[in-house]
């Protein structure tokens, strides 16, 4: 159980195009999701944080405009970078929590997307 | 605020050695979880362990083992016996507050190499 999907796994994009990257939780519902960004050889850096049916919480120095975050539905968030530069080649990787678990403090990621602007 | 220090950035042994993944903690927190995770050349994380901050009992899996102590704020991983497919980047994680409400935390990670 608790299993989280990615889409796509990895994505090319051209410099100056906006991509989505999907977040889905297969078998619970995610009351949270996490949006993390790894740069190579680095740790994972939280973007912001989401809950379902709110605006995104964001990390001081992330743009809200240029990483758009929906949690529209209880198995759904994207994160969308819009207007992509090379800067934004990244791994990233979310990650959810059922809040209504007692065990609220687990953390499922999912596999990651690595993106590439060219 | 909360963080968290691996200092060794990376370690190579030869395989069938021990190796201790060291990581220290801060936070003001009294309730809070510490984590273990290996994220292999895949990139997908992988977990292993979580603690909470009321149980310093000692755990051990298999290969892997944890040493938890409040008194000094570590929380050390080691893996006896390496093998080869030991090699990845571990990363110890904290989350503070009730049920781990707050965010997770993560340190720099440590590169381990298991050399055949």
């Known amino acids: 159980g608790a299993v989280v999907s990615q889409h796509p796994s990895w994505v090319i994009c051209k410099s100056g195009t906006s991509v989505k990257i999907e977040c889905r939780s297969l078998?619970?519902?995610?009351?949270?999701m996490f949006w993390y960004r790894q740069f190579p050889k680095q740790s994972l850096m939280l973007m912001a944080t989401s809950n379902e049916g709110s605006k995104a919480t964001y990390e001081q120095g992330v743009e809200k405009d240029k990483f758009l975050i929906n949690h529209a539905s209880l198995t759904l968030s994207t994160l969308t970078v819009t207007s992509a530069h090379p800067e934004d080649s990244s791994f990233y990787i979310c990650?959810?929590?059922?809040?209504?678990?007692?065990?609220?403090?687990?953390?499922?990621f999912g596999p990651g997307t690595r993106l590439t602007v060219t | 605020a909360q963080k968290v220090t691996q200092a060794q950035t990376e370690i190579s042994v030869v395989e069938k050695e021990d190796v201790t993944l060291d990581c220290v903690y801060e936070?003001?927190?009294?309730?809070?979880?510490l984590f273990w995770y290996k994220q292999p050349p895949s990139g997908e994380l992988v977990f292993l362990i979580r603690r909470n901050s009321f149980d310093e009992q000692n755990e051990i899996s298999g290969r892997y083992s944890w040493n938890f102590q409040k008194s000094t704020s570590s929380f050390n991983f080691t893996i006896t016996a390496s093998q080869v497919v030991d090699s990845a980047v571990y990363f110890c994680a904290l989350s503070g507050g009730v049920q781990g409400a707050q965010k997770l935390v993560f340190g720099q990670g440590t590169r381990l190499t298991i050399n055949p």
């Open positions: 990650s959810a929590r059922d809040g209504r678990r007692v065990a609220a403090y687990e953390q499922y």
């Open positions: 936070t003001r927190d009294t309730t809070y979880y």
């Open positions: 078998d619970f519902q995610a009351t949270t």
